[in-house]
């Protein structure tokens, strides 16, 4: 069974407006953490944002916020005021309590966001 | 702070041969992992690397192996290249422990096996 599911095809968003990427995952464990990364063209993977399974608070980091609902497994990530640079493929990746077993990252399969002027 | 470099950035083999790819961590990471990106498998985990010895270790056959020196760099070699080992190599670093730290990328190095 899939770890990570990303199942929206290509999205696309106006310039300036808000775009939700969705994400759900599949875990046991108590204790996790979830990741967001932006891999533009160039194939660099660019950390965004983090949120712990612990965190009481949604996590934000200026323009992204990840908007966690524990209860269904989904760890959406909401891009404000987007912009044409966020044309980007889009991760999401978790981490499962560590153990020498599980140090690792599960990616799903990605996004591909097109910002259109 | 630099970020994670990794050489070379392109490569172009034929069936058979090797290949090497270095990766340099952010200084006063000393955790690197691997991960391998193609089109049909997405993102795979390689193996990661923490003070030298491998910790972790993804479901790859035996011809990708990979070390780590103490100054933190990493390499990762692929012998006997196939044309399904045509990918992106990601290397990614972290200050601990993949399992507690968050990880960075590098900008890949881009194999195309002929």
């Known amino acids: 069974a899939q770890k990570i599911t990303q199942t929206q095809p290509g999205m696309f968003v106006q310039e300036k407006e808000a775009v939700t990427l969705d994400c759900t995952y599949d875990t046991s464990d108590q204790s996790y953490g979830l990741f967001w990364y932006k891999q533009p063209s160039s194939g660099e993977m660019i950390f965004l944002i983090y949120?712990?399974?612990?965190?009481?608070q949604n996590a934000t980091e200026g323009r992204y916020s990840l908007n966690f609902q524990k209860a269904r497994k989904s760890a959406n990530l909401v891009i404000s005021a987007s912009q044409l640079g966020d044309s980007a493929m889009y991760f999401c990746?978790?981490?499962?309590?560590?153990?020498?077993?599980?140090?690792?990252?599960?990616f799903g399969k990605g996004i591909t966001l097109s910002v259109r002027p | 702070k630099a970020g994670v470099t990794q050489t070379p950035r392109y490569l172009i083999k034929t069936r058979g041969q090797q290949v090497t790819l270095s990766c340099s961590p952010i200084s006063g990471h000393r955790s690197v992992s691997w991960y391998q990106q193609t089109p049909g498998q997405g993102l795979q985990f390689l193996f990661e690397y923490f003070s030298e010895t491998q910790r972790n270790k993804g479901n790859f056959p035996g011809r990708f192996s990979g070390r780590q020196f103490s100054n933190s760099r990493s390499e990762m070699n692929v012998s006997t290249l196939e044309l399904g080992d045509s990918a992106l190599y990601l290397c990614a670093s972290s200050f601990g422990l993949a399992g507690a730290n968050t990880q960075y990328f590098g900008p890949g190095t881009r194999l195309t096996v002929l």
């Open positions: 949120q712990g399974s612990y965190d009481e």
């Open positions: 990746a978790m981490r499962e309590r560590y153990t020498g077993a599980n140090s690792k990252l599960t």
